[in-house]
Structures are given as structure tokens and as C-alpha cells.
């Protein structure tokens, strides 16, 4: 199940989510919006949520939370963007690494 948190993520929410991989959450990250969509077996999934919402796909990342050790992973296919100089699975900027990482604990961490 993909949802999309603007607000602080529930117990609930974090534990359907995990439903789709067991042990972490695929998401999706606006880091001009600081929302994020997660869930779903793929990062694209997520990405077509914030889309759909009004994301601009320039402001759209791919990550992956790890609720067990509260760590967030930066490695996702929609990452790989010559246009916006990260050529890489990996979020290559970190200033943008940190907004991700920010993002992602305001809304899930410490569930």
C-alpha cells in the first residue's frame, strides 16, 4: 500500500507500508514540498503518487527507509538524472542527501 504523508506518519501507516518488503519502505521524496509517498514495490510507484498530488519531478527523489535502524538509503533508479548532474543510482548532491534524510525522519522517524 502507497500512501502519501504530509503530516507526521502514524504507527499504522509505517507498519502497512512495511507490508510490501518486510524490513523497509521504498519511498519517494519531495524535498520542496516535504512530503513523501511510500510504500510500494517500486520508487516509480511512489514517484506517479507525488505526481499525481502536484510534485514537480525535478524535486522528486528516491530513498528508502530502514524503520528497525532509522537510517534512510539513497539509492533508487528515479535518481539517475544527467539533466540535474546526478548520474548515479545514488543521491550524488549532499545538501540534497540531507533534505531527503530530513524529510523522511520529520515524517517517520522514531516509529
Known amino acids: 500500500m502507497i ?15 512495511l507490508e510490501t518488503l518486510d524490513d ?10 516535504k512530503i513523501l509517498a511510500g510504500g510500494g ?4 510507484d511512489c514517484e ?3 505526481l499525481e498530488n502536484g510534485s514537480k519531478q525535478v524535486d522528486i527523489w528516491g530513498a528508502d527507509w530502514y524503520p528497525l535502524t532509522q537510517e ?10 544527467p539533466r540535474q548532474n546526478n548520474r ?8 540534497i542527501r540531507e ?4 524529510i523522511v525522519k520529520n515524517l517517520l522517524g522514531g516509529l
Not at 533534505?99 to 530530513?102: D, K, T
Open 3 to 17: 500512501y502519501l504523508i504530509q503530516e507526521r506518519g502514524t504507527q499504522e501507516q509505517i507498519e502497512q507500508m
Open 24 to 33: 523497509y519502505i521504498k519511498l519517494a521524496v519531495d524535498i520542496e514540498r
Open 41 to 44: 514495490e517500486l520508487h516509480a
Open 48 to 50: 506517479a503518487v507525488l
Open 72 to 81: 534512510v538509503g539513497y539509492e533508487s533508479l528515479i535518481n539517475i538524472r
Open 88 to 95: 548515479s543510482m545514488d543521491i550524488q548532491d549532499p545538501a
Open 99 to 102: 533534505r531527503v534524510a530530513e
